[in-house]
Each structure stands twice: as C-alpha cells, then as structure tokens.
C-alpha cells in the first residue's frame, strides 16, 4: 500500500465529464434548440465538485460575467464528501459511493410536462446516459459494462430551487432554477492501476 500511486476520483469524474461533452454538446445544444425553439445558450458541460454551499457559491459568482455565466449550465456536480473503502482486494484501490447531480436551468412557470420536454428529455437524459457511458469506459473503473453501475436515480423538476432554509439535508439547492437528474449511491471499484480494465 505504501507504493500505491494516489488515485483522485474528482479527476476521474473530469474525465467522465469531457468525454461527455465531445459525446453529447453538439446533440444537446440541438436538441435544446428544437424543443424550445430559440437558440440554445448551452456553450460547455460544466464540471463541479465540493460540498453543495461551495456550489452555490462558485454559481453566483459565474453570474458576474457573461463569459462566465452563459457556462454554468449543464452542470455536473460531483457531491461531497464521498466515501472510499481502501484495501482488501487485490488490483482494487477503493470501493467508492459517489453522488452526482446533473442539472440545468428552468424556468420558475414551467409544469413539469413541460419541464421533460424542454429539459429533462432534450439535455438532462442524454448527459445522464452518456455520463454512464463514459464511467464504464473509463481505464480506472473496474466495470463489466454500463448495466453494472448500480445507483439510486431520481428525477428532480424545478427541486434545486434557491436557498429554501427549511429544507431536507439530502437535497440541494442553487440560486437558480433548474431541473436535475440526482444519482445518488453510485457504486464503483476503482483499480489499483490505471492500466488495467
């Protein structure tokens, strides 16, 4: 153990997340297009991680420039703290359990019908499954295939709603409006070298 080389999972997860993005940008800005007839304002996948106050932190201050604030959505945000058991398998750095939400911005009138037309379906389903996607190919997950990504999911229309002081620990909320994909209990096995697959 004293040889291992450390192994970050907010690293991994940056990976995931621009393989995402040259696999998906280009559809999900169309497809934004189309489902709200206007230009989409989509530019990047916004990769974040740390605790969820830090989140909206960093949101807030994207907003002061427009450089900055036409890049905060989607957003895919790697919650922490996040758990690793090390040791006891040989070839295996870790058991991990990682919580991820991917969001991006609504607006406050929509119903949530149309919430999956405009959101949910075009842009949120698409990085979701192309996020899976990309963990099981990525050289340090140790993966059969994307079926074996065992993870709790839940939909989230218009939930991440700003600074709600009475709300549940388990839920997060930014300073805008947004719809979110929250994947919650996201089992992996992380190996010991990044060579092996």
């Given at each position: 153990?004293?040889?291992?080389?450390?192994?970050?999972?907010?690293d991994?997860?940056?990976?995931?997340?621009?393989?995402?993005?040259?696999?998906?940008?280009?559809?999900?800005?169309?497809n934004?297009t189309?489902a709200?007839?206007?230009?989409?304002?989509i530019?990047?996948?916004?990769?974040?991680?740390?605790?969820k106050?830090?989140?909206?932190e960093?949101l807030?201050q994207?907003d002061?420039?427009d450089?900055?604030?036409?890049?905060?959505?989607?957003?895919?945000?790697?919650?922490?703290?996040?758990?690793?058991?090390?040791?006891?398998t040989p070839?295996?750095?870790?058991n991990a359990v990682l919580?991820?939400?991917i969001m991006?911005?609504?607006?406050?009138?929509?119903?949530?019908?149309?919430?999956?037309?405009?959101?949910?379906?075009?842009?949120?389903?698409?990085?979701?499954?192309?996020?899976?996607?990309?963990?099981?190919?990525?050289?340090?997950v140790?993966?059969?295939?994307?079926q074996?990504l065992?993870?709790?999911?839940?939909?989230?229309?218009?939930?991440?709603?700003?600074?709600n002081?009475?709300?549940?620990?388990?839920?997060?909320?930014?300073?805008?409006?947004?719809?979110a994909?929250?994947i919650?209990?996201?089992?992996l096995?992380i190996?010991?070298s990044?060579?092996?697959?």
């Amino acid at each position: 153990m004293s040889d291992q080389i450390p192994i970050y999972l907010v690293d991994i997860i940056s990976d995931v997340v621009a393989s995402v993005q040259a696999d998906v940008l280009t559809a999900i800005q169309a497809n934004e297009t189309a489902a709200i007839n206007l230009d989409t304002q989509i530019q990047t996948v916004n990769y974040q991680y740390g605790h969820k106050s830090e989140l909206i932190e960093t949101l807030y201050q994207m907003d002061k420039t427009d450089l900055t604030a036409y890049s905060k959505y989607p957003c895919i945000f790697l919650v922490m703290d996040f758990k690793e058991t090390v040791g006891g398998t040989p070839g295996i750095y870790a058991n991990a359990v990682l919580n991820v939400i991917i969001m991006h911005h609504s607006t406050i009138d929509d119903k949530t019908t149309d919430r999956y037309v405009k959101v949910f379906k075009p842009v949120l389903y698409p990085l979701y499954l192309s996020f899976l996607k990309a963990l099981s190919k990525h050289k340090a997950v140790h993966v059969y295939n994307v079926q074996s990504l065992k993870h709790d999911k839940y939909d989230r229309p218009k939930n991440l709603v700003g600074n709600n002081k009475n709300s549940d620990e388990n839920e997060m909320f930014v300073n805008d409006y947004v719809d979110a994909i929250e994947i919650q209990n996201l089992n992996l096995l992380i190996n010991s070298s990044t060579c092996i697959n």
